[in-house]
């Protein structure tokens, strides 16, 4: 089945700088890749997500890569702010060759902390 | 509130008492999912049904585990005889099939085993 990991569990910014999470997944056949935030008791929440047929996504402050070969994502979070402070998890999954994704492989998680 | 709901969000009881939780999820999805979460951990997947039928069951889940969906809308998570290993968050989510496919996530049970 599919592995994830995920590095680094603890990472902690200043304010205002960049914050980069890696990710890595063992099954080739995987093709959607969602990140989540999760704030502390709260639910896990998508923030952004990326198919197999593009490297690149982004949204405003936050951007997903993907290499393939490598079996690799990434989420990158730039000008970070307090409020970003959260775990983060990132999830592959795959359709099979089908119309619709199944069951989430989730990383370990990664703790955001944002100094003002 | 229009997105999944879950019911209890706190359920603490003893070693070898049955649980049983319950989610709705977000009006017409026609597939949900069932997560388990410990402190540390991202969530693991349990079980999933695409309306009534349960089409995958994770090969961790104890029998003691029992889940159904019985009108393709809500859904019960049962735990039998529990054991202090089951104590976790128990999340749910919901996604429709044929439209974004994202999976929205429930607040979550947390379960505590005594």
């Known amino acids: 089945g599919e592995n994830v990991e995920q590095h680094p569990s603890t990472l902690s910014v200043q304010e205002g700088d960049s914050a980069v999470i890696k990710c890595t997944y063992s099954d080739s056949a995987s093709n959607y890749f969602p990140w989540y935030k999760q704030e502390l008791g709260k639910r896990p929440q998508l923030i952004i997500d990326i198919r197999s047929n593009v490297g690149e996504k982004k949204d405003q402050r936050i951007a997903v890569t993907l290499n393939k070969t490598a079996k690799h994502f990434s989420l990158h979070i730039t000008e970070t702010q307090p409020e970003d402070s959260a775990v983060y998890f990132c999830a592959a999954t795959t359709n099979a060759g089908g119309t619709s994704y199944g069951k989430l492989t989730f990383g370990q998680g990664t703790i955001l902390t944002v100094h003002p | 509130d229009t997105g999944v709901s879950q019911d209890p969000r706190h359920k603490i009881t003893k070693r070898g008492q049955n649980v049983t939780f319950r989610c709705d999820p977000i009006?017409?999805?026609?597939?949900l999912y069932w997560y388990r979460q410990t402190l540390g951990q991202g969530p693991e997947f349990l079980t999933y049904f695409q309306n009534e039928a349960q089409l995958e069951k994770s090969r961790l889940l104890s029998d003691r585990f029992s889940a159904e969906r019985p009108k393709g809308s809500f859904s019960t998570l049962e735990i039998q005889r529990t054991e202090q290993g089951d104590s976790a968050m128990y999340l749910c989510?919901?996604?429709?099939?044929?439209?974004?496919?994202?999976?929205?996530f429930g607040p979550g049970t947390r379960l505590t085993v005594l």
């Open positions: 009006s017409e999805h026609n597939r």
């Open positions: 989510a919901s996604s429709l099939v044929g439209g974004d496919d994202t999976q929205y």
